[in-house]
C-alpha cells in the first residue's frame, strides 16, 4: 500500500512483464480537480469512492495528499484507510450482523465508520449491538431514488420507524441515495434530470423525517454522471463519485468525459496474428480487462476497449473485439484498415469499465503524461492496491 520507486530495470512502460495497469497522473489530477471545483460551486462537502482504485496513492492525489472524506464498499477497504490515517469514512453497502464486529473495532480506533441499511431488521440489530457495546454506530438510511438497486422510498411507511429506532439508540446520522439509473442516461437532458430527482428524493427523505421530529445531519447523493450533471444540491450535504478519477468508455459514451481524459489503461504484447479472420492477438484477456462489457448497451459498442499505441494515442478504427481468459482479440472497424503490428509490440487498452479493470490488478505503474514525450512512457511510481475484502 506504500509507493514504491520503480527500479532500473523498469523505467518505462517497455519494461514490467505484461499484462499490466497504468495510471496517468496527469489525466486523473486532471479529473480530480474538476469534480473539487463542481462540488465546490454548488457548496456541497466532496467524499470520494475509493473502490474503483482501492489505492491510498490514489486517494492521495486528492486533497494535496492529506486524509479525508470517503466512501467505501467493503470492511477491507475501510480497514486500510484506517490505517492509512483516514478517520472519517463511509461504508455504502448495506450492513449484515456479522459485520458489526469489525465495524465497532473501527469505531473504538477513533474512527467515524458510517454503515448504511433500509430495513427494519438491520435497523434492530445495529440499535441493539450499539447499546450492547455501549458505542454508537453513526447510520444512514439508504433512499431508492430510482429503482435501480435498493433503499426505501421516501413515503415507505417504515422510513420513520427505522430512523426512529436509530434515533432512540443514538445511531441516526443521515439518508444517503445513489442514481445508479443514470449509467443509461445518454444525453445531458436526461443526466441533468436524474440527478435533479437524486436531490429532490433525498432532500424530500431527509424532510419526511425531520417533520417526525428525527435530526438528519447527513443528505448524501452521488454518482458519476449526476454528480457532474448536478444544478442545484441545495438541501444536500455531500457529494459521492468515485469513477470520476479514472473515467472509462461507459462514462466517455455517457458523454461525461471525452476518450482523452480516460487515466486508467492497460499494457498488452502482441502475441500473434490470423490474417485469415483479421485479428491480432494478444497477452491480455478478460483476466486483464474483467468481462464487463458495459458499452455494449450504448449507441457505439466498445468491445472490451479501445486500442491506444505505448504513448496513449488512440489507434483509429482498432478494438479489442473478443477475450478470452488470458488472450485478448483485437480487430479494425468501420473500414479501418488492420495494421501491421509484429509480435512484441505494446499497447495499451482503455478499459470499458475502470472498477472492474482495475479489480484484475494488484496495483498501477504510475506514469505522467504532462512531461513524458518518449515511445514508452516512463514509470514514476508502483501504486499497490488494497487486496482482501
Not at 192 to 201: H, I, M, S, V, Y
Not at 311 to 316: D, Q, R
Not at 337 to 362: E, F, I, K, M, Y
Request: net charge negative.
Amino acid at each position: 500500500m506504500t509507493t514504491t520507486t520503480p527500479s532500473t530495470s523498469t523505467r518505462t512502460l517497455a519494461d514490467p512483464d505484461t499484462p499490466f495497469a497504468v495510471v496517468d497522473v496527469h489525466k486523473a489530477l486532471r479529473n480530480i480537480d474538476r469534480l473539487a471545483a463542481r462540488a465546490d460551486h454548488l457548496g456541497v462537502a466532496l467524499r470520494p469512492h475509493v473502490k474503483t482504485a482501492k489505492s491510498l496513492d490514489v486517494a492521495a492525489l486528492m486533497h494535496g495528499g492529506a486524509p479525508h472524506p470517503v466512501t467505501v464498499s467493503t470492511l477491507a477497504e475501510a480497514e486500510a484507510f484506517a490505517d492509512g490515517g483516514y478517520t472519517d469514512i463511509t461504508y455504502a453497502v448495506g450492513i449484515a450482523p456479522h459485520k458489526l464486529p469489525r465495524v465497532i473495532a473501527l469505531l473504538r480506533r477513533g474512527v467515524t465508520l458510517r454503515v448504511l441499511l433500509d430495513s427494519t431488521e438491520q435497523a434492530d440489530f445495529v440499535a441493539e449491538a450499539s447499546r450492547r457495546e455501549g458505542i454508537s454506530i453513526p447510520t444512514q438510511i439508504a433512499i431508492d431514488c430510482d429503482g435501480h438497486r435498493g433503499g426505501l422510498k421516501t413515503d415507505a411507511p417504515a422510513l420513520v420507524d427505522i430512523a426512529r429506532t436509530l434515533h432512540d439508540a443514538g445511531c441516526l446520522d443521515g439518508v444517503l441515495t445513489h442514481a445508479g439509473e443514470s449509467y443509461f442516461a445518454y444525453s445531458a437532458e436526461e443526466q441533468r434530470l436524474a440527478a435533479k430527482n437524486e436531490r429532490d428524493t433525498a432532500v424530500a427523505a431527509a424532510e419526511n423525517l425531520r417533520a417526525a421530529g428525527l435530526p438528519v445531519a447527513t443528505v448524501s447523493v452521488g454518482s458519476t454522471p449526476t454528480a457532474h450533471a448536478a444544478e442545484d444540491l441545495t438541501g444536500v450535504t455531500e457529494l459521492r463519485a468515485g469513477n470520476y478519477v479514472f473515467f472509462d468508455l461507459v462514462m466517455a459514451g455517457l458523454g461525461v468525459c471525452q476518450v482523452d481524459d480516460l487515466a486508467l489503461s492497460v499494457v498488452v504484447t502482441v502475441i500473434g496474428h490470423r490474417p485469415e479472420y483479421g485479428w491480432i492477438v494478444t497477452d491480455g484477456g478478460w483476466m486483464a480487462m474483467s468481462r464487463d462489457r458495459g458499452t455494449a448497451a450504448q449507441p457505439q459498442d466498445q468491445g472490451y476497449g479501445l486500442v491506444t499505441d505505448l504513448e496513449g494515442h488512440l489507434i483509429p478504427g482498432l478494438v479489442m473485439s473478443a477475450a478470452s481468459q488470458e488472450h485478448g482479440t483485437i480487430t479494425a472497424r468501420d473500414g479501418a484498415t488492420l495494421p501491421d503490428l509484429p509480435v512484441g509490440t505494446r499497447l495499451r487498452v482503455l478499459p470499458n469499465h475502470a472498477c472492474a479493470t482495475a479489480a484484475q490488478h494488484r496495483g498501477y505503474h504510475a506514469i505522467d503524461s504532462g512531461r513524458t514525450a518518449t515511445d514508452a512512457p516512463a514509470v514514476q511510481a508502483v501504486w499497490h492496491r488494497i487486496s482482501g475484502w
